[in-house]
Each structure stands twice: as structure tokens, then as C-alpha cells.
């Protein structure tokens, strides 16, 4: 694969997958925000490859966008170049008589992926069913639920770099994961595919993972909003931050759930969830500005409490100075 080649690309060159002006307010799940100047879907890793070299030659901040399901774009929208790759191909291969690895595309949907791995009697995946997301999207923060960490599952993957567009192959210590973490945050790589260990399962275990999915997922729908969110708005607190409080927990909601703003606080049409404190919900036609009003104010009332100030785990596009510092 080659690497991105500047003397073939005159300055004002502009690839057919490049759009102008979209809309991004219908691709988060808090369906609110501004338009992308500049907007790609590649399809294919040469066409990944030309929207990056599109973005270095005008010199474009690039934005990377899976489901937007852990995002809040700003009402101005993205200036730069917003990619969001289309490569939804998965693919499995046996490696010993009970284990396989099952590789996807970083556009692939993760609920899509369980769905092929239990069509394929693959299992482990299931445990993160009901999360919405994108394979990319899903690596960058090393997705979690209870005990289960993406990065205990992940083999190795394809990751292109942003200036170069070189394509490399890197195994799992290269991500560097931790709670919410990953290497991708710096910034400098995309993933452009990632490849799975899973276990190769009898009928007998693929039913079992099918209800084990079921009951996942109806567990999460009575406890979380399923639309209009981006899930847990701020990341829970290290224990170092934790230190001075009374209880030294790290759980944010249980700090929101004390100051009582579940299901009541609101500005316009942005409201806390009535189903969980760290749960921020657009009921119609709330603003990017609104959501961020309101989480300005329940960062300020934990603060007054408890003298810790929570922190956003939901990210901030678009936003010239980031407003929940
Ligand atoms: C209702 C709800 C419940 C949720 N529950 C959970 C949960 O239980 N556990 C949990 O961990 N999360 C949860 N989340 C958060 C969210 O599901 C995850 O963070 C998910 O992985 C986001 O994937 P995405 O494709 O939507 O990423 P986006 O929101 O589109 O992007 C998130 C970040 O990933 C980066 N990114 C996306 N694709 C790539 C790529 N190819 N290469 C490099 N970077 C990339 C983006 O640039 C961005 O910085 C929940 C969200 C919602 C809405």
C-alpha cells in the first residue's frame, strides 16, 4: 500500500468522496451540532488514504467519526476535515480447534459484529451487546462494561498514520489501554481495522451467549436512556482525585446522584436522565449549547459539595476552548 505521495496531488485537488458543508447533527446520538466543512466516508484504505492526504496538503484538523455515540459537536460545527471510514468488512479464521480470531473494519458496527460473530459460533464479544458504537470508535476507549475491557479481547490491528497515510500492522501493548484509554488518543494513528481472539462455540454455548445477550441488553434498557445521549457524560474519578472526599469513591454518578439533578435539572430541552445522574438527555430540540450549559452546572454543584469537579468523558468537537475545563 502506498503511502501518501504530495507531488501527485495539486493543492486544490478534491476526491470524489469529499464533500462540503454536511450536516453532522443526524451522525451523533445526541442529534444535535453544526456541519463538517469538508466530509469523507471512504470506502476502501486508498480512499482513507487520499482524504488524509486531502486533509495534510490544505492543512485540515481531521476529525474521526464512528457512530457519535460518545461525542458532543459543537453548534458551529467541525472546522477541518471529518472522516467516517466506511470499512465494514469482517472476516474470521480458526486457530486452534476451540479459538479463532474474527478481524472488522473500523466503520463496523459493534452490535453487527457480535450478530456475525454468534451467526458464526464465535463467543466472548456478546458481553459488550446494547453498546452502541463503531470497531474504531470502540478501540479509541478501549470499550468497557463492568469487569470486561475491549483490550483483553483485541489480538492485533491495522492502523493507517495521519500525516504519512502509512499502513502498519500492531499487536495489543502498542494501544497502550487503559480505563478509557488508548494510544489512538494521541491522535497521530487511526485504526483501520482490529482483529479479535474469540472462542469457537458448540450450539449448545452459542445459545447460552444469545440469552446472555438478551438479558444484557434488557438489563441496560432499564437502566439507561437509549436515545439522545452519549451514555455516561463524564469519565469516573482516579483514585488519586478521590482522596480528600468522604468516601473516597470513584463512581461520578453516585456524587450526581447526591446532589439530586436526576430527572430534574434541565436548561431548554437538554435534561439529566430520570434513569441515571451521569446520564445528560436530548428531549427534542436541545442545542449543543444547552447540553454543555447543563454540564457546566453539574460540574459546579459536585464541586460546591464535594470539592471535586467531574470531568468529561463524553468528547468535545468543534469547541474553540474546551468549555468544561
Ligand atoms: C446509550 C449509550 C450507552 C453507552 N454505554 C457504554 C458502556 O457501557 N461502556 C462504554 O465503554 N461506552 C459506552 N458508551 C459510549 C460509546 O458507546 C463508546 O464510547 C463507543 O465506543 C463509541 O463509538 P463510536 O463509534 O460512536 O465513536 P465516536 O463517538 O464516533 O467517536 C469517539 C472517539 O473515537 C474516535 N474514533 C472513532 N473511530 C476511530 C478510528 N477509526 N480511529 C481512531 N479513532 C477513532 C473519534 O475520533 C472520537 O475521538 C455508551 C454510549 C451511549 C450513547
Not at 458543508?21 to 476502501?44: H, M, R, V
Not at 477541518?80 to 466506511?86: A, D, E, F, T
Request: proline share 2%.
Amino acid at each position: 500500500m502506498s503511502t501518501i505521495d504530495k507531488q501527485h496531488l495539486s493543492k486544490n485537488q478534491i476526491f470524489s468522496h469529499i464533500k462540503q458543508n454536511i450536516s453532522l447533527g443526524d451522525k451523533n446520538w445526541f442529534q444535535t451540532g453544526g456541519c463538517a466543512q469538508y466530509y469523507s466516508e471512504p470506502t476502501t484504505n486508498n480512499e482513507f488514504q487520499q482524504a488524509l492526504q486531502f486533509a495534510e496538503l490544505q492543512n485540515l484538523d481531521i476529525f474521526m467519526l464512528g457512530q457519535g455515540a460518545n461525542i458532543l459537536i459543537s453548534d458551529e460545527g467541525f472546522h477541518g476535515l471529518v472522516i467516517k471510514p466506511q470499512l465494514n468488512q469482517i472476516t474470521h479464521q480458526a486457530t486452534t480447534p476451540n479459538a479463532a480470531t474474527v478481524t472488522a473494519g473500523a466503520g463496523t458496527s459493534f452490535h453487527d459484529l457480535i450478530d456475525y460473530c454468534l451467526d458464526h459460533n464465535l463467543t466472548n464479544l456478546e458481553e459488550f451487546s446494547g453498546i452502541p458504537g463503531s470497531v474504531g470508535g470502540s478501540v479509541y476507549i478501549n470499550l468497557h462494561y463492568y469487569e470486561f475491557f475491549l483490550a483483553d479481547f483485541l489480538d492485533h490491528a491495522q492502523i493507517i498514520h495521519k500525516k504519512t497515510g502509512k499502513i502498519t500492522t500492531v499487536d495489543t501493548h502498542w494501544f497502550k489501554f487503559g480505563y478509557d484509554e488508548s494510544e489512538l488518543q494521541n491522535k497521530d494513528y487511526y485504526l483501520l481495522s482490529a482483529t479479535f481472539r474469540v472462542q469457537q462455540a458448540t450450539d449448545l454455548e452459542v445459545a447460552h451467549a444469545r440469552g446472555r445477550r438478551q438479558e444484557i441488553i434488557r438489563h441496560r434498557t432499564r437502566r439507561f436512556p437509549t436515545t439522545g445521549t452519549c451514555g455516561s457524560f463524564f469519565r469516573n474519578f482516579l483514585p488519586h482525585e478521590v482522596q480528600n472526599t468522604e468516601k473516597k469513591l470513584i463512581y461520578v454518578a453516585y456524587y450526581l446522584d447526591k446532589i439530586g439533578v436526576k430527572g430534574e435539572l434541565s436548561v431548554g430541552n437538554a435534561i439529566v436522565s430520570y434513569q441515571h445522574a451521569n446520564m445528560i438527555v436530548n428531549k427534542g430540540n436541545a442545542t449543543s449549547s444547552d447540553i454543555i450549559k447543563l454540564a457546566q452546572i453539574m460540574q459546579s454543584k459536585v464541586q460546591e459539595e464535594f470539592g471535586i469537579r467531574p470531568q468529561a468523558e463524553c468528547q468535545l468537537i468543534g469547541f474553540k476552548d474546551n468549555p468544561l475545563a
